[in-house]
């Protein structure tokens, strides 16, 4: 049984560090010198079960990262002119056209150029429902199709799809090991010496002292070498963290270390970014204000017309709201674009024109009534397209940068989480922000920022409250990102730069997925100090039982044994976190009127 345990024994003898391998190898010899050969075989077997058991639940954490790659299938079918074959996904190069048919999994990151049908991207993501695709939608590797067959063009090798990464960034996260680990490691290399010297002394002192049987105590300092070995106290915390990171990956909160899994739980202040974050990042239409007799839907197929051939992002909005409503949008004729304007062409034979409350004062067409309304859209943040003819308006429509749908109920989750202050950051104008800020149930809002403004706010809550942590998704936000205690993205949208500058990466872009992490991080640190204060009880248990006289050698061992095998097992329990297993915990959810 000691066959694998003597060469580390060695090593660290001859180093003069000694470790639990040199600690069981001389409780071992101990025994076989006093003759206790049947101590010094259960000793050796349970201790080497217990590091077989223990390897095995260790691995078992780390092959719940590992089964990320097994996402990916073997072989993908790439269409090369009328022909379609299979080849392996490393030899797949970006631009190439592949065939997913129903059921099958994506093989690689890549676009929706033809097809459509829903996509289950819960290994990536840990989005619970499928997602619908279109042509032009993103689709990520190791994500599974749904009942329709589309086609894809590649938009990476399989060495850089979103798999790739996260299986990558999940494994150098155990580089960056975390405090609790830091401190087990700290305390163990003091604590082992102290083992030694404290067996040492009850070895010699009592039959110097009082005269005690030195074959007595000899075999007590035996047990208490047994007992004081570390195994349960230094493997808890690893187990835990690689664990830990595990679950996070699987529920789509990529964090890129063992510190940063810890971090979220001490948090109390959250600064969001709006646009991307908060909000869908692009306009979309909320009203439709038809004036002078015009319908609704007259007004709006009209500007549809006109726009259909711009490419400004008040104009695709436009469209694509006609679109869904159904609209029969007629050609235009004549259409041209006026630089910082709008736009005007001919529909039906008439002249219509689209722009600016700017535009609309120049043409000298304004009306109190309409000046009034469009001022009120303004004041809230809000955009406005005005649609009019040569002598009259027909119209406005409104537009803002849409709210997500899930943004309040996610603030409202964070205030639930234990966060007690949420701060918006942004570069928009003030108007728009506050408007957000209400819609969401935020009232710490910063507006028109620099990223340098948003940096010297970061560092400013961090002087009065404490950690911080940023969530952002663009370029802009990278400094934030870089500055704050904690830097969190939002992955599956983000930039590049956010998403590799983050400590964090949320892949769905769900913010409801930081108060998980908030929960996730607790119940993490809960479990190492189970863990921690359960293995120094039972070592205490047995030093106590030693001095009594009435513990064992194979008893100590087979109660390290089994504190060892308890502690990775309650670890391993993180393996299994979900919302629906981590309880939401701390004050009641904040609504904007609450003080």
């Known amino acids: 049984g000691l066959i694998p345990v003597l060469p580390k024994a060695w090593y660290a003898a001859r180093s003069l560090r000694p470790d639990m391998n040199l600690l069981m190898t001389l409780a ?5 010198g006093i003759g206790q050969w049947f101590e010094a075989a259960t000793v050796a077997f349970l201790f080497s079960l217990s590091l077989a058991l223990e390897a095995w639940s260790v691995g078992r954490a780390r092959r719940a990262v590992e089964k990320l790659l097994a996402l990916a299938p073997p072989r993908v079918r790439v269409r090369r002119g009328s022909e379609t074959v299979e080849v392996d996904p490393a030899a797949v190069a970006v631009g190439s056209t592949l065939l997913v048919r129903p059921g099958e999994r994506f093989g690689l990151d890549g676009v929706v150029i033809s097809g459509r049908t829903e996509v289950n991207q819960a290994p990536i993501t840990g989005e619970s429902a499928p997602v619908a695709k279109q042509p032009q939608d993103e689709v990520f590797a190791g994500t599974i199709n749904g009942n329709g067959a589309v086609e894809v063009r590649t938009s990476a090798l399989a060495t850089d799809t979103t798999l790739a990464k ?13 405090e609790a680990e830091r401190w087990v490691e700290r305390f163990a290399r003091v604590y082992t010496p102290a083992v030694f010297c404290a067996a040492a002394a009850v070895f010699v002192i009592p039959p110097l002292l009082f005269s005690g049987q030195w074959s007595q105590w ?29 679950a996070s990956a699987r529920n789509g909160v990529l964090v890129k270390g063992g510190y940063y899994l810890e971090l979220p739980a001490r948090l109390k202040v959250v600064a969001l970014d709006k646009t991307g974050t908060l909000t869908e990042g692009r306009p979309a239409v909320v009203d439709v204000t038809p004036l002078d007799d015009h319908s609704a839907d007259r007004l709006l197929a ?7 051939q711009s490419e400004h992002p008040f104009a695709t909005a436009i469209v694509e709201y006609a679109h869904g409503k159904g609209l029969d949008i007629p050609a235009a004729e004549d259409v041209e674009v006026i630089p910082g304007k709008g736009t ?51 119209g406005a429509i409104t537009l803002a940068d849409a709210v997500r749908s899930d943004a309040r109920a996610s603030v409202a989750t964070l205030y639930a989480a234990g966060i007690e202050r949420v701060a918006m950051l942004t570069g928009d104008n003030a108007a728009t922000a506050r408007a957000v800020a209400h819609e969401v149930g935020i009232d710490d809002v910063r507006a028109e920022l620099l990223p340098a403004d948003k940096v010297a706010c970061i560092e400013e809550l961090e002087r009065n409250c404490g950690a911080v942590a940023m969530i952002g998704d663009g370029v802009n936000d990278a400094p934030a990102l870089a500055r704050a205690s904690l830097g969190v993205a939002m992955g599956a949208m983000g930039t590049d730069v956010a998403v590799e500058t983050a400590d964090i990466a949320l892949m769905a872009d769900d913010l409801s997925k930081l108060a998980w992490l908030l929960r996730h991080s607790r119940r993490t640190l809960a479990i190492i100090r189970q863990n921690t204060v359960f293995a120094l009880t039972v070592k205490a248990l047995f030093v106590v039982l030693t001095f009594a006289g009435l513990a064992s050698l194979w008893g100590a061992i087979a109660a390290d044994m089994g504190a060892s095998l308890l502690v990775v097992f309650n670890a391993l329990r993180l393996l299994n976190s979900t919302d629906s297993t981590i309880a939401g915990t701390g004050r009641l959810p904040y609504t904007a009127n609450s003080r």
């Open 28 to 32: 071992v010899a101990g025994a076989l």
């Open 166 to 178: 996260i299986v990558r960034m999940v494994g150098e996260a155990r580089k960056d090991r975390a």
């Open 218 to 246: 000899f075999y007590s300092a035996l047990v208490l070498l047994v007992i004081g070995c570390p195994c349960a106290l230094v493997i808890s915390t690893p187990v835990a963290i690689v664990a830990g990171l595990a």
């Open 302 to 308: 009209i500007a549809a017309s006109v726009e259909q």
């Open 344 to 394: 005007r062409g001919r529909v039906a034979g008439k002249a219509y024109w689209l722009g600016s409350h700017r535009w609309l004062e120049e043409r000298g067409q304004e009306s109190t009534t309409v000046h009034e309304a469009l001022e009120r859209s303004s004041s809230a943040g809000r955009s406005v397209v005005v649609v009019g003819t040569e002598d009259h308006v027909c």
